[in-house]
């Protein structure tokens, strides 16, 4: 087996010519540095397991703050530069900058931890943009390892513990463990890299997923938590480990400190799963994009030349419909032309959305709190929706000329408690069922109902509904609600946006262009409404 080694300065350079040109010659017939370097990241990855190449420890660091990552462009692909990917961004930088800097040599259960986010927010995406981006950061090996398809024909992951994947990785960068029967494979990893003198930075995306295997069909998924376990309390400096994963259930599948729905749902929780315990997994909560932030909305389409204020028309409409959320923002934009993208953005079309009425406690409290929500809001939902008096088309102009955005109030946790402790009242609880209300309202948020913002007290401090457009279903026949949704569908298409067109493509670090948007003032969008929907508002 031929050694894969670190390249050197000079070879990566060699290495990218041939790509540019594999006729070119020789890499002692041109001129050219390292800075000058084209760093390209790949439209999408979509390898479950993957590692790079570092770069020599001589090679100067191209990276050094998240600011030299979002916003960016990198090839073909645009790093957001939402809140909650700033959050990301800081989190892999200060592992991969602490490890490399020998922060965690000579300290147990320092050295890993649990990223946690709400769905949707680019977790995945940072994690797989920074395996490749983390050779220009620090000579730090990064490997990305994703339990999301766990159970897809041929997956390496269903048989094979996570030390056994490290180990196979480690090997295509020309670091051989070897066979020793007297310690486990988890040793030999560490062994090796001491030997070689390498450090080892482990992303785990969709640990969740992992938990909804049964350990006693699948053994191979009880080892792969045995194997964090041991991660997380060595000492050695050479490996860290940030695992991650889709669910607002996560610290309670880490800590095992579940409920029986919690085990109903997660079987390895059952079957096998130890406490990878808190304090050495310890939690990095990450912003979760609210429904109101239009400013999240301004990033994930680009930086128009125009300010802020005069496509707040365009945002808001985006909001209204997909929350905010970075995946359903690119969905909407990338397939705006497609008429059922409505109902992929919208919890109440969608099948995670019936599922939860198959538990009647958690159906009551969704429509309660929805209820509550609208109530708490009244004024603003009567500007926006009137009183049964406006038409579709006047509704889309107020939520285009209304700051929605700025004036919506969320409900408090302790609100919530006064919702459930009235369901008790009028009999349709029981008391006895009160411990569940937090599994509710994360099981919720898992299904896409509602956003949570922030955590006081270990219980959610602020919940937001997923999208406004959910508040808009309730007080809205589910016909007005459509029309509503294919309306604003329409006023978007006439923005002419799509997600990552450019002029030309940057050639170098820190090079930013314009995303080609053609924008609308709110005034504009006015009178294109009045225009296009003024015979429908008559109907």
């Known amino acids: 087996m031929t050694e894969i080694r670190p390249i050197t300065e000079v070879e990566y350079i060699d290495q990218y010519c041939r790509r540019l040109d594999p006729v070119y010659g020789s890499i002692n017939n041109i001129s050219i540095s390292v800075e000058s370097i084209e760093i390209n990241l790949p439209r999408r990855n979509i390898k479950e397991i993957f590692s790079e190449n570092v770069l020599a420890d001589n090679i100067p660091s191209r990276i050094t703050h998240v600011a030299d990552i979002v916003g960016k462009r990198f090839g073909c692909e645009r790093i957001f530069n939402t809140k909650s990917h700033r959050e990301i961004y800081s989190v892999l930088l200060g592992h991969l900058t602490n490890l490399h800097d020998g922060k965690y040599e000579g300290k147990q259960g320092v050295c890993c931890s649990t990223l946690v986010g709400a769905k949707g927010i680019g977790k995945t995406a940072c994690f797989k943009h920074f395996t490749i981006l983390a050779k220009f950061v620090r000579p730090v090996i990064l490997l990305y390892v994703s339990f999301n398809n766990i159970l897809s024909d041929g997956s390496r992951l269903c048989t094979n513990s996570l030390a056994r994947i490290i180990v196979e990785e480690l090997a295509r960068q020309g670091i051989y463990v070897t066979e020793d029967k007297n310690i486990t494979t988890c040793e030999r990893i ?84 130890i406490n990878l315990n808190s304090t050495k997994y310890r939690t990095k909560r990450v912003y979760s994009t609210l429904p109101t ?129 009235k369901l008790e009242r009028k009999k349709k609880v029981q008391s006895s069922q009160r411990g569940d209300l937090c599994y509710y309202i994360l099981y919720l948020t898992d299904r896409c109902w509602f956003t949570i913002n922030g955590i006081r007290d270990s219980r959610p401090e602020f919940i937001y509904p997923f999208s406004f457009s959910s508040l808009g279903a309730e007080v809205m026949t589910s016909c007005d609600t459509d029309n509503l949704l294919k309306l604003i569908v329409e006023s978007v298409q006439k923005f002419d946006v799509r997600v990552g067109e450019t002029v030309s493509s940057p050639q170098f670090l820190g090079c930013v262009t314009p995303i080609v948007i053609t924008t609308l003032v709110a005034a504009a969008v006015v009178a294109l409404l009045v225009d296009m929907f003024g015979a429908l508002s008559k109907d």
């Open 293 to 421: 932030d239009l400013k999240a909305i301004e990033s994930i389409i680009g930086y128009p030349e125009k300010k802020f204020e005069e496509n707040v028309a365009l945002y808001r409409l985006v909001a209204y419909i997909t929350g905010c959320s970075a995946r359903n923002v690119e969905r909407l934009l990338n397939d705006v032309d497609d008429s059922t993208i409505i109902g992929s953005t919208s919890p109440e079309n969608s099948q995670s959305g019936a599922n939860t009425q198959t538990n009647n406690n958690i159906a009551l409290l969704r429509k309660e709190i929805l209820k509550s929500l609208v109530a708490k809001n009244n004024n603003l939902m009567r500007q926006i929706f009137g009183t049964s008096t406006f038409t579709t088309a006047e509704i889309v102009k107020n939520l285009v000329l209304i700051n929605w955005e700025s004036q919506f109030i969320p409900l408090t946790f302790p609100e919530v408690e006064q919702i459930w402790f």
């Open 190 to 273: 560490i062994e090796a890299l001491i030997c070689e003198n390498r450090k080892l930075l482990v992303l785990v995306d969709e640990l969740d997923q992992l938990y909804k295997l049964d350990g006693n069909i699948f053994p191979a998924a009880r080892s792969t938590i045995h194997d964090l376990v041991y991660f997380g309390n060595q000492p050695s400096g050479k490996l860290s480990v940030l695992v991650c994963g889709s669910t607002a259930l996560m610290e309670n599948l880490i800590t095992t400190n579940s409920t029986d729905q919690i085990r109903d749902e997660y079987p390895l929780l059952k079957s096998g799963a």
